[in-house]
């Protein structure tokens, strides 16, 4: 696949819409506050749910995950199918380093999540299964997101044979990295469990 204008187009599009921090909009619009000041300072849905605004939480994380889903499914229908797995990853990239705000967005894990689940229904279900096990399991949301995204591109490779597995093993290597202090937390048994308010 070569570069191209058009892959350059959606790459921007995708980026772009995936850049909108719905978590930030929602609980400005809600008078809760700027959610970078709240708990993590993460603006993604499991830091939206420490103000105790369950309504917001819900919110950002389906607008958060429709972002990848709209980027995958306008590409694939009216522009290329064969870019679609790309504008999911770019729409992704938006949500992690957002233009509007100085490229310090959220860890991805929603738009990662609609993004599986446009590029392949059964893809999407058996990653959220793995996510929603984890949690039951674990109690910690960044250990679940790490595992289900772990997991993710392994599936995509042997299971679903053709989707194109390396936008997803990519999006795997960003999530891990943007999740570094969770994973220190996690090892140090100081990471917070879902559903707690993070001072």
Request: charged share 15%; glycine share 10%.
């Amino acid at each position: 696949m070569s570069f191209s204008l058009e892959m350059a187009t959606v790459l921007l599009l995708s980026y772009l819409l995936g850049a909108i921090p719905f978590g930030l909009l929602f609980t400005r619009l809600a008078g809760v506050g700027d959610i970078r000041e709240i708990g993590s300072g993460n603006i993604g849905a499991t830091n939206v749910l420490r103000t105790g605004r369950k309504d917001l939480a819900l919110a950002t994380l389906l607008l958060d995950a429709g972002k990848g889903a709209i980027a995958v499914l306008v590409t694939r229908y009216y522009v290329a199918p064969e870019l679609a797995p790309l504008a999911g990853a770019a729409a992704f990239i938006g949500h992690c380093f957002p233009v509007y705000l100085g490229f310090k967005g959220g860890k991805g894990v929603a738009t990662f999540l609609g993004t599986l689940f446009a590029v392949s229904w059964l893809l999407g279900l058996a990653t959220a299964l793995i996510w929603l096990l984890a949690a039951l399991a674990f109690r910690i949301s960044s250990l679940s997101a790490l595992v289900a995204a772990l997991l993710a591109p392994v599936i995509s490779f042997y299971l679903i044979n053709e989707i194109d597995w390396l936008p997803i093993a990519f999006m795997t290597l960003v999530i891990f990295i943007r999740h570094r202090d969770n994973i220190s937390r996690i090892l140090n048994g100081t990471e917070p469990k879902i559903g707690s308010k993070k001072q």
